[in-house]
């Protein structure tokens, strides 16, 4: 295992004299961090520093990719660069206002960290060469489970925003084990490593994919609009990503109509099972959930969900869409356990211990 630093630059554009009281989709203005492989939610918690003149703008949504209309709106230098506004979901005609002279900097870089709960408590703070400053501390009655974060920049304001992204990693994840494609490149850069080398890729429309080479760091933007030609090279290749998942509170398929809305994707993470079986691992206590959707993005009324380590460890239940019908249930106790690692194998049928 292994732990990855980097910062990652977002330069964004106004987006218009608009904002998140009059227009109901103000989601498709923003810049999701989730386009960068950044998944601040897991944490709880976003540091970056800005550099814009005013209004700039942070989206806390209940969707990885921020798609969606239940929402915290921050607004960094509002008002001419004079408050700074928090705004619960669409329409919200009583915004948290507080007054914030001078908060952002024209040619400064401002560093913030933004903190929440899943009770609802948002902490805005501004780092300083002097220290730390709250800027915002309240906790909102509504509460939301925060997955995807968001940027933008409005109001005739144009900024420069930079990520902290941390990541653990076990090996090197590469998608297709030992596979290499023949392919037109764009142009050819060093990069640290293969992870940096997909941040290059990510916003530039023109790359389809990567090619990375551990011996030299040199990264290869593969170009789109041409037929991947496949050849085996040597090595082996560690096809293995560990993902934290924090509670999502007592949800289930026979209680919550958008059931699918809590679930981490593996697409995020371009894991694609196919040929109708998988195999993971899972360190829990009890109640580890898995959703097998008709549809990519999991926004699907049809899939199948399963409850690993059910009724307190006991029982293992498969569910098939919301009703509380279909439902096939085994009593299995101690299937999970808390410290240790549990390995399953889903094959089209059911889940193999």
Same mark, same amino acid.
């Given at each position: 295992?292994?732990?990855?630093?980097?910062?990652?630059?977002?330069?964004?554009?106004?987006?218009?004299?608009?904002?998140?009281?009059?227009?109901?989709?103000?989601?498709?203005?923003?810049?999701?961090?989730?386009?960068?492989?950044?998944?601040?939610?897991?944490? *709880?918690?976003?540091?970056?520093?800005?550099?814009?003149?005013?209004?700039? %703008?942070?989206?806390?949504?209940?969707?990885?990719?921020?798609?969606?209309?239940?929402? %915290?709106?921050?607004?960094?230098?509002?008002?001419?660069?004079?408050?700074?506004?928090?705004?619960?979901?669409?329409?919200?005609?009583?915004?948290?206002?507080? !007054? #914030?002279?001078?908060?952002?900097?024209?040619?400064?870089?401002?560093?913030?960290?933004?903190?929440?709960?899943?009770?609802?408590?948002?902490?805005?703070?501004?780092?300083?060469?002097?220290?730390?400053? #709250?800027?915002?501390?309240?906790?909102?009655?509504? *509460?939301?489970?925060?997955?995807?974060?968001?940027?933008?920049?409005?109001?005739?304001?144009?900024?420069?925003?930079?990520?902290? !992204?941390?990541?653990?990693?076990?090996?090197? %994840?590469?998608?297709?084990?030992?596979?290499?494609?023949?392919?037109? /490149?764009?142009?050819?850069?060093?990069?640290?490593?293969?992870?940096?080398?997909?941040?290059?890729?990510?916003?530039? !429309?023109?790359?389809?994919?990567?090619?990375?080479?551990?011996? $030299?760091?040199?990264?290869?933007? /593969?170009?789109?609009? *041409?037929? @991947?030609?496949?050849? @085996?090279?040597?090595?082996?290749?560690?096809?293995? @990503?560990?993902?934290?998942?924090?509670?999502?509170?007592?949800?289930?398929?026979?209680?919550?109509?958008? /059931?699918?809305?809590?679930?981490?994707?593996?697409?995020?993470?371009?894991?694609?099972?196919?040929?109708?079986?998988?195999?993971?691992?899972?360190?829990?206590?009890?109640?580890?959930?898995?959703?097998?959707?008709?549809?990519?993005?999991?926004?699907?009324?049809?899939?199948?969900?399963?409850?690993?380590?059910?009724?307190?460890?006991?029982?293992?239940?498969?569910?098939?869409?919301?009703?509380?019908?279909?439902?096939?249930?085994?009593?299995?106790?101690?299937?999970?356990?808390?410290?240790?690692?549990? $390995?399953?194998?889903?094959?089209?049928?059911?889940?193999?211990?």
């Amino acid at each position: 295992m292994f732990l990855i630093v980097d910062e990652i630059q977002i330069r964004t554009l106004n987006t218009g004299n608009t904002d998140y009281y009059t227009n109901p989709n103000i989601f498709e203005d923003y810049t999701s961090l989730s386009d960068y492989h950044m998944f601040p939610s897991e944490n *709880q918690s976003v540091r970056f520093t800005i550099e814009a003149c005013h209004d700039a %703008y942070i989206l806390f949504s209940a969707a990885f990719d921020v798609e969606s209309h239940d929402f %915290y709106e921050i607004c960094l230098g509002g008002s001419g660069n004079q408050e700074t506004y928090l705004r619960r979901k669409y329409n919200d005609a009583n915004p948290f206002k507080i !007054s #914030t002279p001078d908060i952002l900097g024209c040619t400064e870089k401002s560093t913030f960290e933004i903190r929440w709960t899943i009770e609802g408590t948002i902490h805005i703070a501004k780092e300083s060469a002097v220290g730390t400053e #709250t800027i915002i501390d309240v906790k909102n009655s509504t *509460q939301l489970l925060i997955r995807g974060v968001g940027i933008r920049t409005a109001w005739g304001s144009d900024g420069l925003g930079s990520f902290e !992204s941390a990541t653990i990693f076990g090996g090197l %994840y590469c998608g297709v084990p030992s596979t290499y494609g023949s392919m037109n /490149v764009l142009p050819i850069a060093i990069k640290r490593s293969r992870i940096v080398c997909l941040f290059k890729c990510s916003p530039n !429309s023109a790359c389809r994919g990567v090619h990375f080479h551990e011996e $030299t760091n040199e990264c290869e933007l /593969v170009s789109v609009g *041409q037929v @991947i030609d496949q050849s @085996i090279r040597s090595g082996a290749c560690l096809d293995e @990503i560990w993902i934290k998942t924090l509670d999502s509170g007592e949800v289930d398929a026979t209680k919550t109509e958008d /059931v699918f809305n809590y679930y981490t994707n593996l697409s995020v993470y371009h894991i694609f099972p196919s040929q109708n079986k998988f195999r993971f691992s899972v360190k829990a206590c009890h109640d580890a959930f898995i959703l097998l959707s008709a549809a990519k993005n999991l926004q699907s009324q049809d899939f199948y969900e399963i409850c690993i380590g059910a009724r307190n460890n006991t029982r293992t239940v498969l569910r098939r869409n919301f009703s509380p019908n279909n439902v096939v249930s085994n009593r299995k106790p101690g299937t999970l356990n808390c410290t240790e690692k549990t $390995t399953f194998l889903w094959n089209g049928k059911s889940t193999i211990k």
